[in-house]
C-alpha cells in the first residue's frame, strides 16, 4: 500500500499565484487532515475532513481552502498566495474516531516557498 | 482550547544512553497522546500511543508514562541507538466530538556514536 501520498513534492510559487496541493489516501480512512510545519511551531492544522463532502476549520485556515469531492482525496487551495504560507505541508489521515481514538498517518510533505 | 508544551527543544545522548522526553497538556478532558518520529525529509511516524486509561505502555526499548493528575505524559527511549535520531513530536487529543490534535513543537534528538 502507498499510504498518504501528496503531490507535488515541492514547489516555488510567486506572491499572488493560485495553486492545488493534493493529498491521496488508499487506507479507506474517512478522515483527513491538512497540517502545515514551521520552524520551532511543530505542527498546525489547517483544516480537516471527516467524510466525503464535509470539511472544518483547524487552527490556522486562513487563506487556505479545502474540498473532499471523493473519499480517498482531500485537496488544499491557495487562492492568492503570500510570502507567509512559505511552508512544509502535510496531509494526514485516520480511520473515524467513532470507534476510539484512532492514530493519524502521515504523507511525507510537500515544501512550498512563495516568493 | 488544548495546550501541549514540550521539553527540551533539543538533546544529544551519547549511544546506549536512555532518553527523556516530557510534555504538559492544559485540557484536563484529553484522553489520547501519540508520539510521532520524524525523519529528515519524511513525515512524523507514530511510534507509540497511549490512552487515558493506562498509566504505561512500553514496545520494547519505547516506553511512555501518562500523569492524569499532572496532566503530563513523556517518552523514554532505552539503549539508545544512532538511528534514533530525529524530531519527537508529542500531541493529545480532546474527547468531546473534536477530531483534533494538538501537537507540541518538537525534540530534536541527536544520538551520538
Known amino acids: 500500500n502507498a499510504g498518504v501520498t501528496q503531490t507535488p513534492k515541492f514547489r516555488v510559487l510567486k506572491t499572488g499565484q493560485s495553486m492545488t496541493l493534493l493529498c491521496a489516501q488508499d487506507m479507506n480512512h474517512e478522515y483527513m487532515y491538512w497540517y502545515r510545519q514551521d520552524p520551532g511551531m511543530g505542527l498546525r492544522l489547517i483544516h480537516y475532513?471527516?467524510?466525503?463532502?464535509?470539511?472544518a476549520k483547524g487552527e490556522v485556515p486562513d487563506g487556505y481552502n479545502v474540498s473532499r469531492l471523493k473519499k480517498q482525496n482531500f485537496l488544499l487551495g491557495l487562492e492568492s498566495a503570500a510570502p507567509s504560507q512559505t511552508s512544509v505541508y502535510f496531509c494526514?489521515?485516520?480511520?473515524?474516531?467513532?470507534?476510539?481514538?484512532?492514530?493519524?498517518?502521515f504523507g511525507d510533505g510537500t515544501r512550498l516557498s512563495i516568493l | 482550547g488544548e495546550n501541549v508544551e514540550q521539553h527540551p527543544s533539543t538533546l544529544s545522548v551519547q549511544e546506549g544512553d536512555s532518553a527523556v522526553i516530557k510534555c504538559t497538556y492544559s485540557d484536563s478532558a484529553s484522553n489520547y497522546f501519540p508520539w510521532y518520529k520524524q525523519e529528515l525529509g519524511k513525515g512524523p511516524q507514530l511510534i507509540i500511543d497511549?490512552?487515558?486509561?493506562?498509566g504505561e505502555k512500553k514496545d520494547q526499548r519505547i516506553a511512555v508514562t501518562l500523569n492524569k493528575t499532572a496532566k503530563h505524559f513523556s517518552l523514554h527511549i532505552t539503549e539508545t541507538q544512532p538511528e534514533d535520531s530525529a524530531v519527537y513530536f508529542c500531541a493529545a487529543k480532546s474527547q468531546g466530538g473534536s477530531e483534533k490534535l494538538v501537537f507540541g513543537k518538537g525534540t530534536k534528538l541527536t544520538v551520538n556514536p
Open positions: 497511549i490512552r487515558s486509561n493506562v
Open positions: 494526514a489521515s485516520s480511520y473515524s474516531q467513532g470507534a476510539g481514538n484512532q492514530p493519524q498517518h
Open positions: 475532513s471527516v467524510g466525503e463532502g464535509t470539511t
